[in-house]
């Protein structure tokens, strides 16, 4: 099933609102609506992983160091997006740069693969 272009954007936008303020502003049942249960994420440091439970743990955490998002970049196309964004992060706001590819399918992001520099990261969180 192919998702259209405006829908995967909505879903898109949607899933970056619900968090990129920090944990003032983090939705989890707003994320839980338009994340796939059995979502698939790959990142750095969780590795590859399936469901949208341990996901929505992760995501917690991160958001509780998150002192800002920039985007600086954002493409989508039928059924993904790519998007490019800096974070500042940690006790001294230390900026880090993070590539995101999504894919939907339906009225859900249903995979999520997370690039960035996992020692930077640690670095700017411990």
Request: proline share 3%; glycine share 8%; aromatic share 10%.
């Amino acid at each position: 099933m192919t998702t259209s272009t405006s829908t995967t954007t909505e879903l898109v936008h949607a899933y970056y609102a619900s968090w990129q303020h920090g944990s003032a502003s983090f939705d989890d049942a707003q994320l839980r609506r338009i994340l796939d249960p059995q979502l698939l994420f790959e990142g750095p440091i969780a590795g590859r992983r399936v469901g949208v439970d341990g996901f929505m743990r992760g995501l917690a955490d991160f958001v509780s160091s998150l002192r800002g998002l920039r985007m600086l970049q954002q493409v989508c196309a039928d059924n993904d997006a790519a998007s490019l964004y800096e974070c500042d992060l940690g006790a001294t706001g230390g900026p880090l740069r993070f590539a995101e590819f999504i894919s939907t399918e339906g009225n859900r992001i249903t995979s999520i693969k997370l690039v960035y520099d996992p020692a930077e990261f640690r670095r700017l969180t411990s």
